[in-house]
């Protein structure tokens, strides 16, 4: 069954979520590398790398069902943030907004009986759960942390081992 229009919109606006998700992940990393925190950086150039896998299976998803893939504006990230606390607080209310745009493009796809999008989107539901969990938690222990240096550094070792992209939820 081909995509209707206002799937078709609401997919691409999707993709260009995934996109500029990628991007801000991708300043963070930047800016974890310039605190010297490279566990932390490699750990954010990993998520922004699932979010480039996430914006190709919607691609896909979109172009198998007959539809037009026009891609969106990608602004500039914000560069600085105050501390780690902050980056992650930050990544912790963006998942929360792509969370609720997912929920929002499924009850689309119900109200259209649109089933193929809806299993497609139920994997994306799940995906969510699981980001916004990971950012909060790290969240909480860097409340924890505050400004005990030797607590982070111990902390961005752990995170540098995270495995690559697709490994763990990626686009399979
Ligand atoms: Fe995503
Ligand atoms: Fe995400």
Do not use: C
């Amino acid at each position: 069954m081909p995509i209707s229009d206002a799937m078709q919109k609401a997919f691409n606006e999707q993709i260009q979520k995934e996109f500029a998700s990628a991007y801000l992940y991708l300043a963070m990393s930047a800016y974890f590398e310039s605190l010297s925190l490279e566990g932390f950086a490699q750990w954010m150039k990993i998520q922004a790398q699932e979010e480039v896998l996430h914006g190709m299976k919607l691609f896909d998803h979109l172009q198998e069902r007959g539809g037009r893939v026009v891609l969106g504006e990608v602004g500039q990230p914000q560069a600085e943030f105050d501390s780690p606390l902050e980056a992650f607080e930050l990544v912790g209310s963006h998942e929360a907004m792509v969370t609720k745009s997912i929920h929002q493009l499924f009850t689309l796809a119900e109200g259209e009986r649109d089933y193929a999008s809806q299993g497609i989107l139920q994997w994306f539901s799940t995906e969510q759960v699981e980001e916004e969990d990971t950012a909060n938690r790290i969240v909480e222990r860097l409340r924890m942390i505050e400004d005990n240096k030797a607590a982070l550094f111990m902390m961005d070792n752990e995170l540098s081992a995270r495995a690559t992209a697709g490994g763990d939820g990626g686009a399979e």
